[in-house]
């Protein structure tokens, strides 16, 4: 199976900018699509994005489109987010799943143990 560890939240203010990281281990990482979803407190995990197994293809959920950008480094065994004018709607654990699949489809199975992001008004 695959592991994977988030990093790179913190506190930021609104407006500003955060790069977070998912390093994976274990497996090949060019087989996983690999996808970044968030949970606030309170609500369920939703999707924000995700990305195929050689950067070709990404998805965003609606409200982050044109702000936040996946991307990875299969050299690097890693997928980031960038994540550029965050709003403090954006406060939540932020996760990132692997799906042994070329293409991203919405399943998988691993995920991390999460993130915190926190964005001040």
């Known amino acids: 199976q695959v592991q994977l560890v988030e990093s790179g939240g913190r506190l930021v203010q609104a407006g500003g900018s955060l790069r977070l990281s998912c390093a994976a281990s274990?497996?090949?990482?060019?087989?996983?699509?690999m996808g970044w979803f968030r949970q606030a407190p309170g609500k369920e995990r939703d999707f924000v994005a995700a990305i195929n197994w050689n950067g070709g293809s990404t998805y965003y959920q609606d409200s982050v489109k044109g702000r936040f950008t996946i991307s990875r480094g299969n050299a690097k065994n890693t997928v980031y987010l960038q994540m550029n004018s965050l709003k403090p709607g954006a406060t939540a654990i932020y996760y990132c799943?692997?799906?042994?699949?070329?293409?991203?489809?919405?399943?998988?199975?691993?995920w991390g143990q999460g993130t915190q992001v926190t964005v001040s008004s």
């Open positions: 274990g497996r090949t990482f060019s087989n996983y699509a």
């Open positions: 799943k692997a799906e042994r699949s070329s293409t991203w489809t919405g399943g998988g199975a691993y």
